[in-house]
Structure formats: C-alpha cells, structure tokens
C-alpha cells in the first residue's frame, strides 16, 4: 500500500477523493511510469460518491453502498489518508490536514492538485440548523430515506387531521437538477406507499418545491422548464417559484409570500457554496465566489500568472469554459465535467513532469436529463427535447455508463431489474442512527420514550382497562 513508487520522486497531493480528485488518483495510478512520483490523497471518506444517483437512493431504487466507490480498493498505489484538509500553504508547499482520529498533520508535498469540491450553500434561515438535511452525501439521502419511511409508519396510527399530514408534508428548497430530482423521486416514492398503508389517502401528502428564482432546471430552456412544473403539479406537487423559506423552526415553513404549513421533512438544495478550505484558508488565488483560479489547461493562476506545481479541477475551481460562445463563462460544477477535468488532470500532470505541453479542457454537453420519479424525465440536447418515459431510460442508461467500474455497473442494473419484478423494497433502518438502542433497552417497549410519556405507557399496558376509559373521555 502507498505510493507508486518506493524511490525518492515527485511528491504529488491530491486535496479531496471526489469525482475529480478519484479520477485523477486514478488516472495517475495507469499512466505514471514506477519512480516519476508518489501520489497521496486526503479525504475523509473512504469513497467516492456517485451523487446523480443520489436522488434514486432516497427513493430506494439503489441500494446505498452501490452508488460509493471504494478509495482503498481502486487506488492500490496511492496513499490514501483520511481526513479533512484545513489549510494549504503552497508557498511552503505544505498542507495541514486534521485525521479523522481528530490529531493534526502536516504534509509536504512538491505538486498540489486541488478537487475538494463543493459544500450545501446556506442562509441564515431560523430553523435550517436544526430541522434540514442536505443532499450531496449518501448518508444524508439515506437519513432522508428512513425519515419519510418512518413518517408513513406513524401517520398510519393517527386519526385524520393536522399532525397526520404535517408528517407526511415534504418541501424541497431548490430548484436545481438535485433539488427537482429528489422531489420527484420521493413524490414517485410516497404515492407508490399509499398502496402498502390502506389507513392513508392521496390527500394525506403535500410536497413543495421552493425556489427563490421565477423557472426551476435553468440548465434547460423555458419550454421544457414549464413542462416539468406543469407535469409535478398534476401529480399533486405545489411549486412555490420566486419565493423563499423566511423560517423553519418548529416543525413549521414559514414562506415569503406569507404562506405557513407544518413540515415533516425538509431538504435543502439550493446550490453550491465554496469549500471553506479553498475561500478561505489557502494561498492559492480565489476569485469572488471563493473557487480557486485556474487556467484552461487545469493548471491554478491566470494565463499571464500561472501558480508553479498548482493544478485544481472540479466543483472548487472556476475552469474556463472553451465551449461556450459567452467570453469569460465558466463550466458549471456537475460531474460531466469533474469527472473529464480529473481526466485531463492526470493526462497534464504526467505532461508536465516529462517536460511535455498540457492540453485544455474542452468538453462540448452532451446533454442534460433529469429523472423526476420511476418512469418519469426530462432530456435536453440543444433544441432536441424527450419527455416521459424515454428520457428516464435516458437518464437510467447514461449514468450506468458513467458509474465508475464495472463492479458498480453490475450492482446498480440487478437491483434495477429486481425491482421490476418485486418493486422497491420500504423497508426503513432509522435505528441504524442508534445501534445500541436496542441493547441498553432490555426488550422493554417504552424504553425509547421520555419521562412522563414512559410511566403513562407502561400504566396502560399494565391496566388496559384505564386505557379504554381514557381513549372513551
């Protein structure tokens, strides 16, 4: 385990084992010669995470741990270290990286390449804090998985009324392609439900979609962007456009408009925020939105003041988009680009250490598609437009392809085709969240409930009769 060579070489640290830096780790692993370089990579996962799979995970249409890709088993020759890195100083050509074991550690290094990625952009929103979850890591889609399953189970024991339907209200904040997806999919999730649960009804759901721009997918057109608000809308969805979240605090969306409701679930998806480690604790030169500058060849600086040893690509680097007739544009931060930008990165770095000219990143769209539930998407190539239920066989066969290694591949396809013939499977494992629960519970029912709430349970299992009186007045 370790390096791809024993020999003193090129030190080259990879800050971040997403899309972009998995792909350049890997790409470095087939095409380095034994003896050009030792190659380490930090991150505090022991995966990557194929996040447009995401959205089909809260639904339960993929099993979680086939959308990860393990580090330590594709990258054989590359010192894997996890833990976050907090701070780069590349004039000293050194990173400070916190372990996972909490202690701190210096690393030195001779060339950086910086893929940390992005985080969940917040607000100062009351109750965000306590009451969202966000949506880029595999746990928090199946942490929003098991809540909604949860919700069904205990709207199921309750009468009628504004609690049963608080539980089983769902709003998604944003409007992007991760915001739209996972509405969809847990609205294609939820009716589906209503077949196992016969106590609840259509009317016992709402979903809302809040975005505080006028058109939701701005990566399509108009067209197809009102398409997909009309198509959610009469499957029952409520989209709130130009609109905002002032307040969630208390189980209860308060929204711009003046609109309240109470919530069971809310997530939040409103875009990309900047890696605090790249906006703010790094030499390397940011631009305004806190992404680091870099040149169309990957390499970090401008074309007139290139960053010797300094390379960064995807979601925390602002790359030059050659394809798009706009001057200035920038590629936008999705994984058809981080995924080709760690490519080429590993192509350049190879390049640059045998004295050979880097080449650009240039990368034409090969489209965007969008799944909005089982059956149900949106595809957009130019002016060509597919809906229904072609463009989620679209959507289902490009990112099969794209889901690094076959061993994935294999996965993803026998749950899709088992749940063809068994459906998905509802089972939810929130206790997951308290492995020892059970244990430290001793078999006794009210364990888990609180105070005086636990001593009037064990009453009314002790003397049923009280219980029959008290539900009677």
Avoid: C
């Amino acid at each position: 385990m370790g390096s791809i060579s024993g020999k003193t070489s090129e030190k080259i640290l990879i800050v971040g084992g997403g899309y972009a830096g998995f792909y350049t780790a890997w790409g470095l692993e087939k095409k380095l010669r034994r003896g050009e370089a030792e190659v380490t990579l930090v991150d505090p996962h022991g995966y990557m995470t194929y996040q447009p799979f995401l959205p089909e995970v809260t639904a339960g249409s993929i099993e979680a741990r086939h959308v990860m890709v393990s580090l330590r088993g594709h990258l054989r020759r590359t010192t894997i270290i996890a833990g976050h890195t907090t701070s780069i100083d590349h004039a000293h050509r050194t990173a400070t990286v916190r372990t996972n074991d909490g202690a701190l550690r210096e690393i030195r290094y001779d060339t950086i390449v910086v893929t940390a990625g992005a985080v969940t952009r917040t607000f100062p929103v009351p109750g965000i804090e306590q009451e969202a979850i966000g949506l880029k890591h595999v746990e928090e889609a199946v942490a929003i998985r098991d809540q909604l399953l949860t919700a069904f189970d205990r709207a199921a024991l309750l009468p009628p009324g504004n609690e049963r339907r608080r539980l089983l209200t769902v709003t998604v904040v944003g409007g992007g392609f991760t915001g739209v997806e996972v509405f969809g999919e847990l609205l294609s999730l939820a009716t589906s439900l209503l077949r196992s649960y016969p106590e609840l009804g259509r009317d016992d759901l709402a979903f809302h979609l809040v975005d505080s721009n006028k058109r939701i997918l701005p990566e399509v057109t108009d067209e197809p962007g009102r398409w997909v608000v009309e198509h959610l809308k009469r499957r029952g969805a409520r989209i709130h456009l130009g609109t905002q979240v002032v307040s969630a605090a208390d189980g209860r969306i308060m929204l711009s408009t003046g609109e309240s409701y109470g919530n069971g679930l809310l997530i939040w998806a409103a875009g990309n925020g900047s890696n605090p480690v790249v906006a703010r604790n790094t030499d390397l030169p940011v631009d305004e939105r806190g992404l680091v500058r870099v040149r169309a060849d990957l390499r970090v600086g401008t074309d007139d003041a290139p960053v010797p040893h300094a390379w960064a690509a995807g979601d925390n680097a602002a790359v030059p988009d050659l394809a798009s007739p706009v001057p200035g544009a920038r590629t936008v931060p999705n994984a058809q680009h981080a995924v080709r930008q760690g490519k080429l990165l590993a192509a350049n770095l190879v390049a640059d250490l045998r004295g050979k000219q880097p080449r650009q990143y240039l990368h034409h769209s090969l489209g965007v598609v969008a799944t909005l539930g089982i059956g149900q998407g949106i595809f957009q190539y130019r002016r060509l437009v597919i809906k229904g239920f072609l463009a989620w066989l679209m959507h289902r066969g490009y990112h099969v392809l794209a889901v690094p290694t076959w061993e994935r591949k294999v996965r993803v396809l026998l749950v899709w085709v088992s749940a063809v013939f068994f459906g998905r499977d509802i089972i939810p494992l929130a206790t997951v969240q308290r492995p020892r629960a059970a244990f430290l519970a001793g078999g006794d029912p009210f364990a888990g409930i609180d105070g005086a709430q636990a001593d009037l349970a064990r009453e009314a299992a002790a003397r049923p009769e009280l219980s029959v009186v008290r539900d009677a007045g």
